[in-house]
């Protein structure tokens, strides 16, 4: 298991994978993966939410070569439009989890410009391995308690992003174009992390484009005879 999360941005309004990849075969729709991370839901993403874009979903984890748990749970799904304008909202929270307002508003910058130009109109998040790194059902009330978008909910979103105490992190200068050599800091290397949405440059994106039989055939004019075809 990889402990992967994972932000989606979707062609259709759902949370749900299953759902996403029967809208692929079927009806063409695309989605791609713009980023990853691991062992925790980043701070950024869970300011993209809030508790009205929860919809209910059942989700399968492996447990086994042939064997599956089943979990129950309400996960977001949400206009990017509208995921940009929660983040915009959300910098108040980020300097009262960063405890520096520089660092908070160079994170927080980092995390509004990789959402500025996705290919299509929504976005959601695949949580569910990182969810079963401890009770599932309870972390699954957590990420849904947390998308209030309150102060009050701040200790929710440390233990989402598995934030490590109170040590700050590292600048975004630091952390991001700095030697990797001087992040010798497990606990400030950690809550950097926590920090960063994970984005993939567009060329390295993982995308689930359609198949082809869940293309429309082309019109007759643009379909080609074989040579020998007389009709």
């Not at 949370?15 to 713009?34: F, M, N, P, W």
């Not at 989402?160 to 030697?179: C, K, R, S, V, W």
């Not at 429309?216 to 007389?230: S, V």
């Amino acid at each position: 298991m990889s402990n992967r999360a994972i932000l989606l941005n979707t062609e259709i309004l759902s949370c749900d994978r299953r759902e996403l990849e029967k809208a692929r075969r079927t009806l063409g729709a695309s989605y791609v993966e713009i980023g990853q991370a691991a062992n925790r839901i980043p701070v950024p993403w869970l300011c993209c939410f809030r508790t009205a874009d929860l919809h209910p979903v059942e989700v399968e984890h492996k447990t086994g070569p042939s064997s599956f748990d089943v979990l129950r749970l309400s996960l977001p799904c949400t206009t990017v439009s509208a995921a940009r304008e929660r983040l915009s909202d959300s910098l108040p929270l980020y300097i009262a989890i960063v405890g520096n307002t520089v660092i908070a508003e160079d994170y927080w910058r980092y995390a509004m410009e990789g959402l500025a130009d996705l290919p299509f109109q929504y976005l959601t998040i695949d949580p569910v391995e990182v969810l079963f790194l401890n009770d599932p059902n309870e972390e699954a009330t957590a990420l849904a308690n947390c998308l209030r978008g309150t102060s009050d909910t701040i200790a929710l979103i440390k233990r989402l992003a598995f934030i490590d105490g109170d040590y700050p992190p590292y600048t975004f200068q630091e952390f991001f174009n700095g030697p990797a050599e001087a992040l010798d800091d497990d606990a400030r290397n950690n809550n950097s992390a926590a920090l960063d949405p994970g984005y993939s440059a567009p060329e390295y994106r993982t995308v689930y484009g359609p198949e082809a039989s869940a293309l429309p055939p082309a019109p007759a004019e643009m379909r080609r005879k074989p040579w020998w075809k007389l009709w």
